[in-house]
C-alpha cells in the first residue's frame, strides 16, 4: 500500500518554496499559464523524501503511514529532479533532500514582498548563508590555521565544530563558491573580503536593507556547532529552532531568539526520520548564549497530543508514562 500525500500537503509543499523546485541548484518555476486562456502548466511534485511503500527509493520501514504522508515528509520539486534523486540514492540521501526543502523554504520567505530588482540572488547553500550573514557588518573573512587545520573566522567568531570536521570543510567550500559569485575576493593569502553586491546580498539577508530612512532590525543566524537530530517548529513561517537532544521527558533546542524560563511553547517536532511529534513544552533551562542571542534552551514535556506519545516511545526505544 502506498502512503500517498493528500492535495492539502502538495498544495502546502508547494506554496512554502513559492512554487518553485527545492534543489539548490535548480529553483526553477514550477508552475505557470498555458497558452489557452484561464489554463495553467504544473510541472511540479510532492516527493517523498522516504518513500511512500516498501521498496521505493530511502523506505524507512519505521515509520507510521501517517509520518510518511505528512508534511514533513514531503519536498517540492520540478519533474527533472524528482527523478533525478530518485535514480541516484548515494548521491541524494534522506537528509540532503532535507537540506534543501529548510533551505528552499528560507528562501522564499526571503522573497516575500521583495521587488525584483532588490531579490537577493537566494541559489545560497545554507553554509554560504551563514557566512553572508556574519561578515555583513565589515565584509572581512579570514582563513586561520592551526594544529586542528584551517577554518573560517568572520563576523568575529570560527565556523568550526568540535569533532565533525566535516562542517568546517563546508565553510571552506562555502567561502570558494561565494568567491566564484563575485560576492567575496581575495585581498591577500589568507584574507577575504565582501564586494559590493557581495555587502548588498548579505545585509538584504541580515535584514537591514532601508525602507527609506527606517532600516530594519538586523537578524543573527545560527551557528550549528553540530548535526541537529530534527527542528521544533513553534509558529510557521518562522524559522525553526534545531533539535539538539531529545528524551523522554523533554529535548534541548538551539534558537537564535530570546525566549523567557517558565514559558509554554506548543511545539511541533520534525525528526530527521520523519517523525513528527505535537507537545506542549516548558521552557526549564537557559543556556548562555554562543552563537546567537540566546544559545538554547532546555524544554520538559508537559503534553503530548494526537499519537506523540507513541512515536516519542518509538523514537526512545521504551515505553513511557505520560507526565502527570
Keep these: 500500500m502506498r502512503d500517498s500525500f493528500p492535495e492539502r500537503i502538495k498544495i502546502i509543499l508547494a506554496a512554502r518554496v513559492g512554487h518553485r523546485c527545492s534543489r539548490p541548484d535548480c529553483y526553477a518555476p514550477t508552475s505557470g499559464p498555458q497558452v489557452a486562456e484561464s489554463k495553467v502548466v ?12 516498501p521498496g521505493g527509493p530511502r523506505f524507512d520501514p519505521s515509520l507510521l503511514p501517517e ?7 514531503g519536498i517540492w520539486l520540478c519533474q527533472s529532479c524528482s ?10 540521501p534522506a537528509p540532503a533532500l532535507r537540506e534543501w526543502k529548510a533551505n528552499a523554504e528560507l528562501n522564499a520567505q526571503a522573497r516575500i514582498g521583495k521587488a525584483a530588482g532588490t531579490t537577493v540572488d537566494l541559489s545560497l547553500s545554507s553554509a554560504e548563508v551563514e557566512l553572508l550573514h556574519a561578515a555583513a557588518r565589515d565584509g572581512d573573512i579570514w582563513l586561520l590555521s592551526g594544529t586542528r587545520g584551517t577554518r573560517v573566522h568572520t563576523g568575529g567568531g570560527d565556523f568550526r565544530s568540535d569533532g565533525d570536521p566535516s562542517l568546517e570543510a563546508g565553510y571552506l567550500d562555502a567561502l570558494e563558491a561565494l568567491t566564484r559569485q563575485s560576492l567575496a575576493r581575495r585581498v591577500g593569502d589568507t584574507h577575504f573580503k ?45 524559522k525553526p529552532y534545531l533539535i539538539e537532544n531529545i528524551s523522554a521527558s523533554g529535548a534541548f533546542l538551539q534558537t537564535d531568539r530570546p525566549i523567557n524560563k517558565g514559558e509554554i511553547l506548543p511545539l511541533e517536532l520534525a525528526l530527521d526520520d520523519g ?23 532546555g524544554v520538559a514535556f508537559r503534553e503530548f497530543h494526537e499519537r506523540s506519545l507513541e512515536i516519542l516511545e518509538k523514537w526512545v526505544g521504551s515505553e513511557l508514562d505520560p507526565p502527570k
Design 42 to 53: 504544473n510541472v511540479g511534485v510532492a516527493a517523498h523524501i522516504t518513500a511512500a511503500s
Design 83 to 92: 527523478k533525478l534523486v530518485d535514480n541516484d540514492l548515494a548521491k541524494f
Design 194 to 238: 565582501l564586494t559590493g553586491e557581495g555587502f548588498r546580498v548579505a545585509r538584504e539577508l541580515a535584514g537591514e536593507v532601508s525602507a527609506g530612512n527606517m532600516a530594519r532590525r538586523p537578524t543573527l543566524t545560527r551557528r550549528r556547532r553540530k548535526r541537529s537530530i530534527g527542528e521544533a517548529w513553534l509558529d510557521r513561517p518562522m
Design 275 to 297: 517523525s513528527r511529534i505535537l507537545v506542549t513544552a516548558e521552557v526549564v533551562r537557559i543556556q548562555a548564549p554562543d552563537w546567537g542571542p540566546v544559545g538554547g534552551v
Design 67 to 73: 509520518s510518511r504522508s505528512s508534511e514533513a515528509n
